[in-house]
């Protein structure tokens, strides 16, 4: 598996096809993250960021943690 570490291009220059995913995908991230005050708070959190924190996260095995 191949992670790039290069920033992702602003959606203005990603082809029609993309950009239409883009704005599906920020929709969904706005429903999914209204209930969560965005306030930060002593940790320097959102609600939403210390919700996901304990989570366990998939990594590829040859990514070290």
């Keep these: 598996m191949k992670i ?6 602003p959606p ?3 082809p029609a096809n993309r950009r ?4 599906g995908e920020e929709q969904m ?3 999914l993250s209204a209930p969560f005050d ?3 708070g002593a940790d320097d959190m959102g609600d939403i960021e210390r919700a996901v924190a304990a989570l ?5 095995s040859d990514i070290p943690s």
């Excluded at 790039?4 to 291009?9: D, G, I, K």
């Excluded at 239409?20 to 704005?23: F, K, M, P, Q, R």
């Excluded at 366990?56 to 590829?60: D, K, M, S, V, Y």
């Design 56 to 60: 366990p996260l998939w990594r590829a």
């Design 20 to 23: 239409i995913v883009l704005s």
């Design 4 to 9: 790039l570490n290069s920033r992702a291009a």
């Design 38 to 40: 965005t306030t930060l």
């Design 29 to 31: 991230r706005r429903i």
């Design 12 to 14: 203005s220059l990603l």
